[in-house]
């Protein structure tokens, strides 16, 4: 507290923050440990997932290069350029228009594989039918192999929906992915990020985006990916943007040297003797590495341009709960079926309950309409009237009618 008062904070958390996680596999529940009832009715976490247009944007991320070769790559951009960002185009006799989800797209492709395998010849508007078939097996199973972060059916949701508000932190929770979507993830908002801040579109003028586990992203002597390369313009040419870049990792030397070259800053706590071997730490001084392998948690060397040596600083304990305290206080939910999350939605949008109960129980029961409707509480605002969502829902089909026999009334002793 000390520190605290020293520094002239008050030990508090950040006042500000939003969360967003993508949903776990069932579509129904968020893939993090935040799934809490008491954390989210402190501070709901935030769905988030990728449409139609991340996809094409990200394919050689989502894609590996065997798959993703030049004939793929020209038919996926015709795709895009015919059907996703054009007005449609005809496919036979028939015209398609313009799709707006990854559903859609995979009709198209198959409706064109379908009419070349029918049709004289080996190709679809110049693209051979082995193309074809391949990028359809690609494209229809992104929702198995990516589920519950590629929105096949529906619009993509994100922190992106909203423009960023100044003095807020954004966490985007990817500690539930593979390292593949971890990677679509990172390439999408890093890309989107730059893209908003050059068209001065984001809200802000200055943001700081900081990556845990640097070199796992960037790592030195690593193969040239898009990620990698997002973070290389960031360090490199982010400061006329207003971004900066701020990584935390454990090894310093694994990093790409052209991101750390970049680095005006360098901020060491407690470093292991083999890390110091490596040629990166070899400005220290013999004493100056000595303390560094010695630090206590809360001291870390400072290293700037303006300081003609090293500063050795101290700082307070965080005024948060760590990582595995929290978990251990606030123990995960239960999975929640897609009815049992439409009513958590309910509670959370503080309408009648019972009346959107009653209204949840005219609706078709099926998983996928009860997810889309799902979805489309999500979008909404805390004090929202849920129940438009609920009438443009899929009904349920009404009961079959009980057929009953007509036997006409006859007196068999009327003619005696």
Not at 22 to 44: D, H
Not at 121 to 149: E, Q
Request: charged share 30%; glycine share 8%.
């Amino acid at each position: 507290l000390k520190l605290y008062e020293a520094c002239g904070l008050e030990p508090r958390p950040f006042p500000r923050v939003r969360y967003y996680a993508p949903k776990n596999r069932n579509g129904a529940q968020l893939n993090s440990v935040r799934c809490n009832q008491e954390l989210e009715e402190a501070n709901p976490t935030r769905p988030f997932s990728f449409g139609l247009s991340d996809v094409i944007k990200h394919a050689d991320v989502l894609l590996s290069q065997d798959d993703l070769d030049a004939k793929a790559d020209a038919y996926l951009q015709y795709l895009n350029d015919e059907f996703v960002q054009g007005d449609g185009r005809k496919i036979g006799e028939a015209f398609y228009s313009r799709v707006e989800n990854l559903d859609d797209l995979c009709g198209i492709v198959k409706m064109q594989l379908d009419f070349g395998q029918t049709s004289p010849g080996s190709s679809v508007d110049g693209h051979h039918i082995h193309t074809i078939r391949k990028m359809y097996n690609r494209l229809s199973n992104f929702g198995r192999r990516y589920m519950g972060l590629i929105a096949e059916r529906g619009k993509p949701q994100g922190p992106f929906d909203e423009k960023f508000e100044p003095g807020t932190v954004y966490v985007v929770d990817v500690a539930g992915l593979g390292s593949e979507e971890q990677d679509l993830v990172f390439a999408a908002y890093i890309t989107r990020l730059r893209e908003l801040m050059e068209t001065g579109e984001l809200g802000v003028e200055n943001l700081m985006v900081v990556v845990d586990e640097l070199n796992k992203y960037a790592p030195s002597g690593g193969r040239d990916n898009y990620v990698a390369r997002s973070l290389k313009e960031i360090a490199a040419r982010g400061r006329y943007l207003g971004l900066t870049l701020f990584g935390a990792q454990q090894f310093r030397s694994r990093v790409d040297k052209e991101i750390v070259g970049n680095a005006a800053t360098h901020a060491f706590g407690h470093i292991e003797t083999e890390e110091l071997a490596q040629p990166g730490y070899g400005y220290f001084s013999p004493a100056v590495k000595e303390k560094l392998g010695s630090l206590s948690p809360g001291e870390i060397l400072i290293k700037h341009p303006h300081f003609a040596q090293p500063i050795f600083l101290r700082f307070p304990r965080p005024a948060c709960l760590k990582g595995s305290e929290g978990i251990k206080r606030y123990q995960k939910d239960k999975v929640l079926t897609p009815r049992d999350a439409i009513l958590r939605q309910f509670k959370r949008l503080g309408g009648s309950i019972q009346a959107n109960r009653d209204a949840l129980e005219r609706l078709s029961q099926d998983e996928r309409n009860l997810l889309d409707v799902l979805h489309d509480l999500e979008r909404l605002r805390d004090e929202t009237d849920p129940m438009g969502v609920l009438r443009n829902g899929r009904k349920a089909p009404p009961p079959p009618r009980e057929e009953r026999a007509v036997v006409p009334e006859i007196d068999p002793f009327n003619e005696y």
